[in-house]
């Protein structure tokens, strides 16, 4: 898309650079405080507690991913 609008190249540098900073910080800061909600979850429910958080949360995936399936194949 920048090409095709003849985006000045120092301005697409300027907007690629800020795009990677900002989900560099956000999938660092995302991962670091989910793990550390998942190892507070498990001190505090245990590990069968933890095992039951990860089997809910990949059934909610899963549930999602066909949910998601079903709306696009629907007329």
């Known amino acids: 898309m920048a090409g095709v609008s ?4 120092w301005t697409f540098f300027a907007w690629n ?9 956000l999938v660092g800061l995302v991962s670091y405080y989910g ?3 998942a190892a507070d979850a498990i001190s505090h429910y245990g590990l069968i507690g933890g095992a039951v958080i990860v089997a809910l949360a990949l059934a ?3 549930g999602f991913h066909f949910w998601r399936k079903r709306l696009v ?3």
């Open 35 to 37: 793990g550390q909600a």
């Open 73 to 75: 194949e629907s007329p």
């Open 17 to 25: 650079a800020a795009g990677g900073i900002c989900w560099a910080l």
């Open 6 to 9: 003849r985006m000045h190249w």
């Open 60 to 62: 909610g995936l899963v």
